[in-house]
């Protein structure tokens, strides 16, 4: 399904904003606490693309915090209370948010691994079992080119399992990537980044902030 169109007609974005009482406030909130922890980081950053921007979002110094973790995960679960009865996340950071999310649905956990014979993609491996029948819902730490998320997804299909959708902490897209399921985001920034050459930052004189 991944890419594809829905399977049951719901709309491929869930507002958060309106779901469960969270108001635009709360986003806020976990956003400050985010910064407070040293997650959500401000200045003049590279990142793994070779592009620059002013804002970086560092996934392990969120996932070292239980509490903010579990209220992220729980922003998730509430937009996908009942929709599924699987929760699969990528390794690695996706091993922590599939236990939590899954944790706080009532349902089982499993995790997507590299593949062990040099094949681009991910599998299910150590006795994780899906299939028809089976709707999954993926979750991952932060967003940026979807690439893990892809992968879970394909890896998904291909046991006859149906995904229900797909739920990240940090959406650094700004709601920009679609992955033609219901999708969620506990927190999206739309983060922007330049060409090193074409950078005002660097134009500024701006020193580089290490990452």
């Known amino acids: 399904m991944a890419g594809g169109a829905v399977a049951d007609g719901s709309e491929p974005a869930v507002d958060l904003g309106n779901r469960r009482g969270y108001a635009r406030g709360v986003t806020e909130e976990l956003e400050q606490l985010l910064a407070d922890r040293g997650a959500l980081m401000r200045g003049h950053?590279?990142?793994?693309?070779?592009?620059?921007?002013?804002?970086?979002?560092?996934?392990?110094?969120?996932?070292?915090?239980?509490?903010?973790?579990?209220r992220l995960c729980e922003r998730i679960a509430g937009a996908f209370s009942g929709v599924a009865n699987v929760v699969a996340g990528p390794t690695t950071g996706g091993v922590i948010l599939s236990f939590e999310t899954a944790r706080q649905l009532g349902l089982?956990?499993?995790?997507a691994e590299r593949r062990e014979d040099g094949v681009a993609g991910r599998e299910f491996r150590r006795g994780f079992e899906i299939g028809p029948g089976d709707r999954v819902l993926v979750v991952?730490?932060?967003l940026t080119t979807g690439g893990s998320i892809r992968d879970v997804l394909e890896a998904v299909e291909q046991t006859g399992?149906?995904?229900?959708?797909?739920?990240?902490?940090?959406?650094?897209?700004?709601?920009k990537t679609d992955f033609g399921v219901p999708f969620a985001a506990a927190i999206s920034l739309n983060i922007v980044s330049w060409a090193a050459e074409e950078c005002p930052l660097c134009k500024a004189g701006e020193p580089l902030k290490l990452t």
């Open 45 to 70: 950053f590279q990142f793994a693309s070779g592009r620059h921007g002013d804002t970086y979002v560092e996934k392990f110094r969120i996932l070292q915090w239980p509490d903010i973790t579990s």
């Open 108 to 111: 089982k956990a499993i995790i």
């Open 140 to 142: 991952d730490d932060v």
């Open 161 to 175: 399992a149906t995904v229900a959708g797909v739920g990240v902490l940090v959406d650094r897209t700004g709601g």
